[in-house]
Nanobody
Framework: QVQLVESGGGLVQAGGSLRLSCAAS????????MGWFRQAPGKEREFVAA????????SYAESVKGRFTISRDNAKNTVYLQMNTLRPEDTAVYSC??????????????????WGQGTQVAVSS
């Protein structure tokens, strides 16, 4: 079965950086688009970034554009989220997800078929 395991979360001061990883198994990783979402307490799940299967295309939420970078290593079945210049409002549980295609709908949670459990990111002011 498909498994997604996130890592790299933690507590960081505002202005700091973190790099999240999501290791996938149970699928031919290079056949799928990948996305990162986040959910803060009391808020809905929010799109962060997406990447096409061969990393030709990427997309970002406006709130993270210029600060976060999504990338992937298909040889390692892993997608990354480099987060720089972190802000307290970036505090959330970050989850990766698998989509069968990369499209203009990749900002929607319903475009994704499998989800990881998430990793907590906390940014202190």
């Amino acid at each position: 079965q498909v498994q997604l395991v996130e890592s790299g979360g933690g507590l960081v001061q505002a202005g700091g950086s973190l790099r999240l990883s999501c290791a996938a198994s149970g699928l031919t990783f290079s056949n799928y688009a990948m996305g990162w979402f986040r959910q803060a307490p009391g808020k809905e799940r929010e799109f962060v970034a997406a990447i096409s299967r061969l990393a030709v295309s990427t997309s970002y939420a406006e709130s993270v554009k210029g600060r976060f970078t999504i990338s992937r290593d298909n040889a390692k079945n892993t997608v990354y989220l480099q987060m720089n210049t972190l802000r307290p409002e970036d505090t959330a549980v970050y989850s990766c997800a698998v989509a069968s295609t990369y499209s203009s709908r990749n900002y929607l949670p319903t475009a994704y078929d499998y989800w990881g459990q998430g990793t907590q990111v906390a940014v202190s002011s």
